[in-house]
């Protein structure tokens, strides 16, 4: 199993509610009513919590790498033609033109985290200006 550092908000509150019905403050039926799961998970879960403890209730995939991932190689001749050729050039852009002169097929998404990655492109978000007329209302509900 993969070691993880830190524990999600659920994994949290589990380890909270199950440590209460360890001690005796509350009982398994109404964890499960906190936790929102069945009682039969219940079962499950606190048998896990007493055995293996708190690591027993992260998930066995967390912290593994996909089986749909693309290919190491692809992913490195993807980077490797767009230093050479492609630079400057978009992730949509790059991707279209890597299946076209290259073929070399890589989506965009993955294109667009494999030079994130690479610190090749910097993800630039654009917020809508927001008018003055909203800003002028919103002062005026502050006064009043």
Same mark, same amino acid.
């Given at each position: 199993m993969a070691l993880r550092l830190s524990y999600g908000k659920k994994e949290l509150l589990r380890i909270k509610v199950l440590e209460m019905v360890k001690q005796g403050i509350i009982t398994l039926k109404t964890a499960v009513k906190m936790l929102c799961i069945s009682y039969r998970q219940g079962i499950r879960l606190y048998d896990v919590y007493r055995k293996e403890g708190a690591s027993g209730l992260i998930h066995g995939n967390s912290g593994k790498k996909s089986n749909n991932r693309? +290919? !190491?190689? =692809?992913? &490195?001749? %993807?980077?490797? +033609?767009?230093?050479?050729?492609?630079? $400057?050039? $978009?992730?949509? /852009? &790059? &991707? @279209?033109?890597? *299946?076209? /002169?290259?073929? =070399?097929? /890589?989506? #965009?998404?993955?294109?667009?985290?494999? *030079? /994130? !990655? %690479? $610190? !090749?492109? @910097?993800?630039?978000?654009?917020? @809508?200006?927001?008018? $003055? *007329?909203?800003?002028?209302?919103?002062? *005026?509900?502050?006064? #009043?």
């Open positions: 693309t +290919a !190491e190689p =692809i992913r &490195a001749a %993807a980077l490797f +033609a767009y230093r050479t050729k492609y630079r $400057g050039f $978009g992730p949509t /852009i &790059a &991707a @279209k033109k890597l *299946l076209e /002169i290259d073929k =070399i097929k /890589i989506s #965009v998404s993955v294109m667009r985290r494999l *030079l /994130i !990655e %690479a $610190g !090749e492109w @910097k993800c630039v978000r654009h917020r @809508k200006k927001s008018h $003055g *007329l909203q800003k002028e209302v919103c002062s *005026l509900e502050k006064v #009043v």
